[in-house]
């Protein structure tokens, strides 16, 4: 049996989080690896999401200094011996980590991973181990943390795919784009001829958006704040935009549907519109939320909520059908990067926050 203190250790890039609010500083660290099940990605793109920015503001000196990031894309460089399904050279999406051995992973559902919270937010392997920890840096972030030139992946969270494709393009889909679309798609299964309202548009209402025109659902309305996401909401699928700064975003919604509307998609975190995306909600209508809150337990006339995680998307399934509709041009999401550089990252991730960028992608390496 291979003792773990024999493993390699490889000489990576990393931007650390050492401080709430960031900056974030790329740093060299010693990363051990790969396991007999791990397979050593080099890194040639990340996506950056709001759950690495909510990790960077939220951040306390309980945590230690971490390496975020969980939307890469990228080359497989080594597998460990007992990896199948990929081999060096491969192109690889990565998305969020599951366990493989719970009775939900066993049915096909991965999303409800009875060890989802510790395979993606643990920083640690699932034995609690750390492959960082020679530096007193965590990683494993999502199974990835791929704010750094090469990360250690496993068969369940990467996705392999032809290397005719542009990784730096692909790589946001792991996370956001793919809760989205898959929420519409998946989880909500929104028949053709419903009506839906996509309450945020940023990254992921927009893949919503996106999705929602695909299925053919009418009316399709998107709210937010900043006119400039609006009018892309519009050019992808929208039929209405509200401006919720407005404050007329219930009556606008009941004037377009002549009632209310069969599905909400809530993106925003925002207070009023959580309330309100179960108001403005036909009766036998759902409100999805995205955002990892609840709704209450019980809503009159058969009105339900439900808390989606990832669009309950199986990557390896998901991901592909994702880009077979971007090839066909009916998941323009390309529209939605604005590249930068990884030592711009502290750059990208204030844009990001001011609105002025909606998916922000750091090149990391040449493919
Ligand atoms: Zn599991
Ligand atoms: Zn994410």
Redesign the pocket.
């Known amino acids: 049996m291979a003792r773990h203190s024999d493993l390699q250790v490889h000489k990576i890039q990393a931007a650390v989080l050492r401080r709430r609010g960031g900056p974030l500083k790329i740093e060299s660290l010693e990363m051990e690896g790969p396991r007999d099940d791990e397979i050593l990605v080099r890194i040639v793109a990340s996506g950056i999401c709001h759950t690495d920015i909510g990790f960077v503001d939220g951040w306390d000196k309980t945590d230690g200094p971490l390496v975020l990031g969980h939307e890469g894309a990228g080359v497989v460089e080594q597998v460990g011996k007992d990896v199948k399904g990929v081999r060096r050279g491969d192109h690889v999406v990565l998305s969020y980590q ?5 009775r ?2 066993r049915s096909g559902h ?1 999303t409800d ?4 919270y510790e ?1 993606n937010f643990g920083f640690a392997r699932l034995d609690g181990s750390n492959a960082l920890q020679r530096n007193g840096v965590r990683g494993h972030f999502f199974g990835q943390s791929s704010f750094a030139t090469y990360v250690l992946a496993t068969e369940r969270n990467i996705v392999k795919i032809p290397k005719k494709l542009n990784l730096e393009v692909l790589a946001p889909l792991g996370c956001g784009l793919q809760t989205g679309a898959g929420t519409v798609i998946n989880s909500l299964e929104v028949p053709k001829g419903a009506s839906i309202a996509v309450f945020g548009t940023g990254a992921v209402g927009l893949a919503a958006v996106m999705a929602a025109r695909i299925v053919r659902a009418n009316p399709i309305i998107g709210v937010d704040i900043k006119s400039k996401r609006l009018k892309l909401a519009k050019e992808l699928g929208a039929t209405h935009v509200i401006d919720n700064r407005r404050g007329n975003t219930g009556p606008r919604i009941t004037d377009i549907t002549g009632g209310g509307v069969d599905y909400v998609v809530e993106t925003s975190g925002d207070q009023k519109l959580y309330w309100l995306s179960m108001d403005v909600l036909n009766p036998g209508g759902t409100a999805a939320f995205l955002t990892g809150i609840s709704g209450p337990d019980s809503l009159p006339e058969g009105r339900r909520t439900l808390s989606i995680i990832q669009g309950d998307a199986v990557p390896q399934v998901f991901i592909p059908k994702l880009i077979t509709l971007y090839q066909a041009g009916q998941f323009p999401f390309d529209r939605l990067l604005k590249f930068y550089n990884f030592s711009e990252i502290n750059k990208a991730i204030a844009d990001s926050k001011r609105g002025a960028t909606i998916k922000p992608v750091l090149r990391i390496s040449e493919v």
């Open positions: 599951s366990c493989g051995r719970c939900q992973c991965p991973c009875e060890n989802f395979a």
